[in-house]
């Protein structure tokens, strides 16, 4: 028996294991394509944000999305622009939905394709809105997002998008 | 070599399952949306380590069965045609990547995939690397190792995870295998043109691609246009491209024929050899293509035609899809096809004298190379993406093919040196099944 006829099976069992593998977690982890809006998140608008001392002082809602949607990585002006992600979430999820129309899985197929073609860098993503927070404030021409219930002063407000 | 264990298959899947678990190690909530990068601190986020550069990847581990023991699926000029089946080789796939920001204008990526090439290897190859150049908002330049973007999906021909299906439509995207572009382009765009924002690519270059058996094709001055219009759901393609090229097939089939074609009963044996096999070849392709997706309803289509002078044939080609979003599953159909609008060769054997059965022979022996490099064929496909996880898919194609006449399709005969005449009775007009399982990540 040659090795090829060894390994065929070998491969095709750890490819099944591997799915099976993956699709036994499933039921267990949270739907990730919907990520439903919940009352907490409607009640509350979110903001585009970015650094009180940063030369970024304004940001059309077309900026916006073109941003969001890798179309563009700096501004009208001229500004290289740093887009800071939230984590998966509602925030995030509805921000998106607002200013570009995607939902969270078109959403990470479309920076999937930008990213891996080679058309743009990634957005850098904080783990949490605390961290997104200190980013934005320590780095100018950073841009990001957060519930418009977040009132800091070291952040300005570029656009409300919602609420 | 096709029997050959393959460590760096075995390292592929490796990869994979790690990445796959570590993903899954992650909870929902605290894990990376599909973009790693080293996790700055609080206190300094943008140190050169964090801001500078960014790490990240994708891949998919696939598999497609066969229901026929004939005859294994292959992606022509991608692909080895191996034995195995169901064939991990076909779909299989591992990217990294790194986004390195050289100031506020410049920029380098660095991409390295391993996939099964044409010569059973899984050898990891540079996919991109090249240094981009930001002059204005609105006018990119790049320069070195790019993607081939000749048709409306090839530059994200590996990324599977940001296409619905576990692979582009082989009838499309088999039809002009280059993958790599060692050249320049220029990205320009324009926003709010009527409501979309347009961009337009320019690109120059040349490109390799390796060929089973041991061949070897090469673009140069490849020179082509996109442009692409987007205006919310909707995005419109068209692109025009012309290349000078070469085609040498060194594989057993063209030896052994060469050696037919070459004998001196034979009147044009040298002229049929010099249209099957060359350098001096010129070429145009042109493309136009839809896509919709409005988070529920997914629409695409495409078409393609390929012009050239010799070595490869004439060919147009189309794909519709169209797939509905249930949340997380995404269930699909696709038409494809692929017809050829003339052989590589249209000449005939003439003998210096009649011998009965001898140019009939000889005859088929020219049809099965050509059939051999022949993509025609129609498949009608049923898939069902499944978003389960994060950045990451699972896949399940149905899909059943009616290879066309004269051609082999995008299928391999499981026994290629069976006589030619035997070849085109069992590969034309054959209708075969197969079944696909992929799952697709990226981190």
Same mark, same amino acid.
């Given at each position: 028996?040659? @090795?090829?006829?060894?390994?065929?099976?070998?491969?095709?069992?750890?490819?099944?294991?591997?799915?099976?593998?993956?699709?036994?977690?499933?039921?267990?982890?949270?739907?990730?394509?919907?990520?439903?809006?919940?009352?907490?998140?409607?009640?509350?608008?979110?903001?585009?944000?970015?650094?009180?001392?940063?030369?970024?002082?304004?940001? %059309?809602?077309?900026?916006?999305?073109?941003?969001?949607?890798?179309?563009?990585? @700096?501004?009208?002006?001229?500004?290289?622009?740093?887009?800071?992600?939230?984590? %998966?979430?509602?925030?995030?999820?509805?921000?998106?939905?607002?200013?570009?129309?995607?939902?969270?899985? &078109?959403?990470?197929?479309?920076? $999937?394709?930008?990213?891996?073609?080679?058309?743009? @860098?990634?957005?850098?993503?904080? %783990?949490?809105?605390?961290?997104?927070?200190?980013?934005?404030?320590?780095?100018?021409?950073?841009?990001?997002?957060?519930?418009?219930?977040?009132?800091?002063?070291?952040?300005?407000?570029?656009?409300?998008?919602?609420? | 070599?096709?029997?050959?264990?393959?460590?760096?298959?075995?390292?592929?899947?490796?990869?994979?399952?790690?990445?796959?678990?570590?993903?899954?190690?992650?909870?929902?909530?605290?894990?990376?949306?599909?973009?790693?990068?080293?996790?700055?601190?609080?206190?300094?986020?943008?140190?050169?380590?964090?801001?500078?550069?960014?790490?990240?990847?994708?891949?998919?581990?696939?598999?497609?069965?066969?229901?026929?023991?004939?005859?294994?699926? *292959?992606?022509?000029?991608?692909?080895?045609?191996?034995?195995?089946?169901?064939?991990?080789?076909?779909?299989?796939?591992?990217?990294?990547?790194?986004?390195?920001?050289?100031?506020?204008?410049?920029?380098?990526?660095?991409?390295?995939?391993?996939?099964? $090439?044409?010569?059973?290897?899984?050898?990891?190859?540079?996919?991109?690397?090249?240094?981009?150049?930001?002059?204005?908002?609105?006018?990119?330049?790049?320069?070195?190792?790019?993607?081939?973007?000749?048709?409306?999906?090839?530059?994200?021909?590996?990324?599977?995870?940001?296409?619905?299906?576990?692979?582009?439509? $082989?009838?499309?995207?088999?039809?002009?295998?280059?993958?790599?572009?060692?050249?320049?382009?220029?990205?320009?765009?324009?926003?709010?043109?009527?409501?979309?924002?347009?961009?337009?690519?320019?690109?120059?270059?040349?490109?390799?691609?390796? *060929?089973?058996?041991?061949?070897?094709?090469?673009?140069?001055?490849?020179?082509?246009?996109?442009?692409?219009?987007?205006?919310?759901?909707?995005?419109?393609?068209?692109?025009?491209?012309?290349?000078?090229?070469?085609?040498?097939?060194?594989?057993?089939?063209?030896?052994?024929?060469? &050696?037919?074609?070459?004998?001196?009963?034979?009147?044009?044996?040298?002229?049929?050899?010099?249209?099957?096999?060359?350098?001096?070849?010129?070429?145009?392709?042109?493309?136009?293509? *839809?896509?919709?997706?409005?988070?529920?309803?997914?629409?695409?289509?495409?078409?393609?035609?390929?012009?050239?002078?010799?070595?490869?044939?004439?060919?147009?080609?189309?794909?519709?899809?169209?797939?509905?979003?249930?949340?997380?599953?995404?269930?699909?159909?696709?038409?494809?096809?692929?017809?050829?609008?003339?052989? *590589?060769?249209?000449?005939?054997?003439?003998?210096?004298?009649?011998?009965?059965?001898?140019?009939?022979?000889?005859?088929?022996?020219?049809?099965?190379?050509?059939?051999?490099?022949?993509?025609? &064929?129609?498949?009608?496909?049923?898939?069902?993406?499944?978003?389960?996880?994060?950045?990451?898919?699972?896949?399940?194609?149905?899909?059943?093919?009616?290879?066309?006449?004269?051609?082999?399709?995008?299928?391999?005969?499981?026994?290629?040196?069976?006589?030619?005449?035997?070849?085109?009775? @069992?590969?034309?007009?054959?209708?075969?099944?197969?079944?696909?399982?992929?799952?697709?990540?990226?981190?």
């Amino acid at each position: 028996m040659s @090795r090829s006829r060894l390994i065929s099976p070998l491969r095709t069992v750890v490819a099944c294991a591997f799915t099976a593998l993956l699709l036994g977690t499933a039921p267990f982890v949270r739907s990730v394509a919907a990520e439903p809006d919940k009352a907490t998140a409607a009640a509350s608008g979110v903001q585009l944000v970015t650094s009180a001392k940063g030369a970024v002082n304004v940001l %059309s809602r077309e900026e916006a999305t073109q941003l969001l949607l890798g179309h563009r990585n @700096r501004l009208n002006d001229g500004t290289p622009v740093t887009l800071i992600d939230l984590p %998966s979430g509602q925030i995030r999820a509805r921000l998106y939905q607002i200013l570009t129309g995607k939902n969270p899985v &078109q959403v990470r197929a479309n920076w $999937s394709r930008l990213v891996f073609s080679g058309r743009v @860098r990634p957005p850098l993503e904080a %783990s949490n809105e605390n961290e997104a927070l200190e980013w934005l404030i320590n780095t100018p021409n950073a841009i990001g997002y957060l519930p418009s219930a977040v009132n800091d002063k070291r952040i300005k407000v570029l656009l409300l998008v919602d609420g | 070599m096709k029997n050959r264990i393959r460590l760096s298959e075995i390292f592929a899947i490796g990869a994979l399952l790690a990445i796959s678990g570590a993903l899954r190690a992650q909870t929902p909530e605290s894990g990376d949306p599909g973009h790693e990068q080293t996790a700055p601190t609080s206190s300094s986020p943008f140190n050169f380590d964090t801001k500078n550069i960014q790490f990240s990847g994708f891949g998919t581990l696939g598999m497609i069965y066969t229901h026929d023991k004939e005859v294994r699926y *292959i992606r022509p000029s991608t692909n080895h045609p191996g034995h195995e089946n169901p064939d991990l080789g076909p779909d299989t796939v591992l990217g990294v990547q790194a986004n390195v920001t050289l100031g506020s204008h410049a920029a380098l990526v660095l991409q390295a995939i391993s996939r099964e $090439s044409t010569l059973g290897s899984y050898k990891p190859r540079a996919s991109l690397a090249f240094l981009s150049y930001a002059f204005t908002p609105n006018v990119t330049v790049r320069a070195g190792r790019l993607r081939t973007p000749f048709f409306m999906l090839s530059e994200s021909i590996d990324i599977n995870y940001a296409n619905p299906w576990i692979r582009p439509p $082989s009838e499309i995207y088999s039809m002009f295998p280059f993958s790599e572009l060692n050249g320049v382009d220029l990205l320009l765009t324009f926003g709010g043109i009527g409501g979309f924002d347009v961009e337009l690519h320019p690109y120059y270059g040349t490109s390799d691609l390796p *060929i089973y058996q041991d061949g070897k094709g090469h673009l140069k001055n490849v020179r082509g246009l996109n442009i692409t219009a987007t205006s919310g759901h909707l995005t419109l393609f068209a692109g025009y491209g012309q290349t000078d090229f070469s085609l040498k097939w060194r594989g057993q089939d063209l030896q052994t024929l060469s &050696q037919y074609l070459r004998q001196p009963i034979v009147l044009n044996g040298n002229d049929i050899l010099r249209d099957l096999s060359g350098s001096d070849g010129k070429g145009s392709f042109g493309v136009a293509g *839809i896509q919709w997706d409005d988070g529920k309803w997914l629409f695409i289509g495409e078409y393609n035609r390929l012009r050239a002078n010799r070595y490869a044939h004439r060919a147009h080609a189309w794909e519709l899809t169209a797939g509905r979003r249930f949340g997380e599953f995404m269930p699909y159909v696709t038409l494809a096809s692929h017809t050829e609008d003339r052989p *590589i060769t249209t000449k005939r054997v003439a003998l210096a004298m009649a011998i009965p059965g001898v140019a009939e022979q000889l005859n088929e022996a020219v049809d099965a190379f050509l059939a051999s490099r022949n993509l025609s &064929q129609s498949s009608a496909t049923l898939g069902l993406r499944w978003d389960f996880y994060k950045n990451t898919a699972f896949k399940l194609e149905f899909a059943h093919t009616r290879i066309h006449n004269r051609s082999w399709g995008s299928f391999f005969p499981e026994n290629p040196n069976d006589p030619p005449a035997t070849l085109n009775q @069992r590969m034309w007009k054959r209708s075969i099944n197969t079944l696909g399982v992929s799952v697709d990540v990226t981190f």
